[in-house]
Structure formats: structure tokens, C-alpha cells
Nanobody, 127 residues
């Protein structure tokens, strides 16, 4: 079964950067869309960036465009989220998720399409 393990979370001051990693096992990138989601306490989970072999460009939620970059390293089956110019409102638990045969925007907008989820990593941005 596919397993997704996130890492790289932590505490950072506003304006700083973090890079999250999502290591996948038993996973074939060519068959899946994969993306990053976040959820702060009391708020709904939101898809912030997703990528798929069915799309030429990744999807980004408007609030992170220009600050976050999603990428994948096929050799080690790891997906990254580079987060720059972090803001306090970026504070949340960040999850990666994968969905079979799905477009990037569809996965990010419709969480229920995800077939597999990681357990999350906490990002805290202080002002």
C-alpha cells in the first residue's frame, strides 16, 4: 500500500522559508496526482498546491502563488513544497496526499479524491 510521510515542518518567523518533503513508498508517480494540503485548528482543510502527470503546470491556491513551489524528485519518490515569504496565516498542519489518475486542480479542490494521506507536519509562523 502507498505510504506518504511528511517532514520538514517547524517554527519560523514571518518572512522566513521552509521546505517540506513527502516521501512516498510503493508509489508510481506516473499514475498519480500528488499535492499539499493544510489545516489550521477550527478551519477546513485546503489544497494549496498539487501536481499531476496529466497536467503541464502545477496548481497553486491564490494565497500561495509566487511564494510556494511544488516539485518532485522521481529518483527518490519525494515531493517537495518550498515555502518562502511565510506569513502567520500559513500556520497549519501540512499534509501530502495522492490520487490515482487525477488532474492537479481536481485533487487540490476536491480532497475526497485523494486515495492516500500522510499524517502531517506542523508549520508555525510567528509574527
Amino acid at each position: 500500500e502507498v505510504q506518504l510521510v511528511e517532514s520538514g515542518g517547524g517554527s519560523v518567523q514571518a518572512g522566513g522559508s521552509l521546505r517540506l518533503s513527502c516521501a512516498a513508498s510503493e508509489f508510481t508517480f506516473e499514475d498519480y496526482a500528488i499535492g499539499w494540503f493544510r489545516q489550521d485548528s477550527g478551519k477546513e482543510r485546503e489544497g494549496i498546491s498539487c501536481m499531476s502527470t496529466f497536467d503541464t503546470i502545477p496548481y497553486y491556491k491564490d494565497s500561495v502563488k509566487g511564494r510556494f513551489t511544488i516539485s518532485s524528485d522521481l529518483s527518490n519518490k519525494t515531493t517537495y513544497l518550498q515555502m518562502n515569504i511565510l506569513k502567520p496565516e500559513d500556520t497549519a498542519v501540512y499534509y501530502c496526499a495522492a490520487a490515482a489518475v487525477t488532474h492537479a486542480q481536481a485533487l487540490c479542490v476536491m480532497h475526497h479524491l485523494a486515495d492516500f494521506w500522510g499524517k502531517g507536519t506542523l508549520v508555525t509562523v510567528s509574527s
